[in-house]
């Protein structure tokens, strides 16, 4: 029924097409495969929360007339005015702004002395804030209590630099203190500690791609040092551009001299931070397609070559009571065995190279479901490839047999 010994003898006379189309299909999967790795693995990091109110997020920089140290009084009638505008839910101050691409880290630790072999260490961004500032970035508290204004910490430039209080992020608590409440405890950075007394549920911190992107130390201190006073403010999501105009409006009527830079919103930062994966994505979204597309146009026109090469012989077929069926099942045969072949050799070159992007570029293994997809995907598009000129070969008149004697 199927004809595979005729159809594997005349694949052996046209080999040269045939390992062509073979090749190409194999180098197509390959590719694919391993492009959606990229691609899922991309998309899943920027789509992870970043445990912000983002939409209702916007930031400026303050630049100061006077160069001199920050008058916390000032600072504190900037939000104070701030928050009376209708439409502002809170305002902070804070010394990075979060998914901006710049922060500060450091290095923490739960045992108390500085060279302790046995203590638990690890990275994490450090960010110096306002009191307000959990409520300014929408986190979310799942343990322990926010922060009070008593617990704002003045720094000079002199002495501890961080307040004697901190909340930190959960997966940065799942690291220090596993399987434990660490509300009450306290981790160490240099020769400074401080007591954990909150836990938020997420905060991915100054850089989503860093390995140790979420593990965040906030603690509420005010440095008189601060060149730079950022201002961080929530508004209505919808009234955000409004908003952001009243705001530029108001800080410079309290002190006309001062300059206000980088005032962008959250969103803008976290898509700047993005814009390689974004742009990644779309160039390997735009060679699968070129891909795709190439693959189908070699599988078409190599079945109309063989069909117009052929034409007698089906005629023939056609004469001796072949069927239009038979005709079309023919090709789609004959396109079927290209296609697992190049399946099997594409398998095999799609897991080599996996293998050399896991161990050169820490990406993840090649998800079955994938590879499973992707060749699925192919040999559905090359059947489809090799059906329009397989009807036009069922189309082929009886008389084209004797048109030649």
């Not at 594997?8 to 180098?27: D, S």
């Not at 899922?40 to 997020?57: F, H, I, S, V, Y």
């Not at 401080?194 to 509420?220: D, K």
Request: charged letters at 15%; one cysteine or more; hydrophobic letters at 45%.
């Amino acid at each position: 029924m199927w004809q595979t010994g005729p159809i594997l003898r005349a694949l052996w006379r046209n080999k040269a097409g045939a390992l062509l189309v073979i090749i190409q299909m194999a180098l197509t999967l390959a590719i694919v495969s391993n492009a959606l790795t990229i691609i899922d693995e991309r998309e899943t990091m920027m789509n992870r929360p970043t445990g912000m109110a983002d939409k209702e997020l916007f930031s400026l920089t303050a630049y100061p007339s006077v160069k001199a140290p920050l008058d916390k009084g000032k600072v504190a009638y900037d939000l104070d005015r701030l928050r009376q505008l209708p439409g502002v839910i809170e305002a902070t101050l804070i010394n990075q702004i979060p998914m901006s691409g710049s922060g500060s880290s450091s290095g923490f630790r739960i045992g108390e002395a500085e060279n302790d072999p046995d203590a638990q260490n690890t990275g994490a961004n450090i960010y110096h804030a306002s009191t307000t500032v959990l409520s300014a970035l929408g986190l979310k508290l799942t343990k322990g209590r926010d922060f009070q204004p008593s617990d704002l910490y003045v720094w000079g430039g002199m002495g501890q630099a961080d307040a004697p209080v901190a909340i930190i992020s959960q997966r940065l608590a799942n690291e220090l203190y596993p399987d434990q409440d660490p509300i009450g405890k306290t981790i160490t950075r240099g020769n400074g500690q401080m007591e954990i007394i909150g836990v938020v549920e997420t905060m991915l911190g100054a850089w989503p791609e860093w390995s140790r992107a979420g593990n965040v130390v906030i603690t509420p201190t005010f440095s008189t040092n601060t060149l730079l006073p950022r201002y961080l403010i929530r508004v209505q999501a919808d009234r955000k551009a409004e908003l952001m105009e009243q705001v530029r409006d108001l800080l410079l009527e309290i002190d006309p001299n001062r300059v206000i830079l980088s005032m962008r919103t959250t969103e803008e930062y976290i898509h700047r931070v993005y814009s390689r994966d974004i742009l990644m994505v779309a160039l390997l979204k735009v060679c699968i397609a070129i891909l795709a597309l190439i693959t189908a146009l070699g599988i078409t026109g190599l079945t109309v070559f063989w069909v117009n090469q052929r034409r007698k012989q089906v005629g023939t077929r056609r004469a001796l009571g072949a069927t239009k069926a038979a005709v079309v099942r023919h090709f789609l045969v004959e396109n079927g065995l290209l296609c697992g072949v190049a399946m099997v050799v594409g398998t095999g070159l799609a897991l080599a190279l996996n293998g050399l992007l896991v161990q050169h570029y820490q990406l993840p293994p090649l998800p079955l479901p994938y590879l499973l997809g992707s060749l699925a995907a192919l040999v559905v598009l090359g059947q489809l490839s090799a059906l329009a000129p397989a009807l036009k070969a069922a189309q082929i008149s009886p008389a084209t047999a004797t048109r030649s004697v």
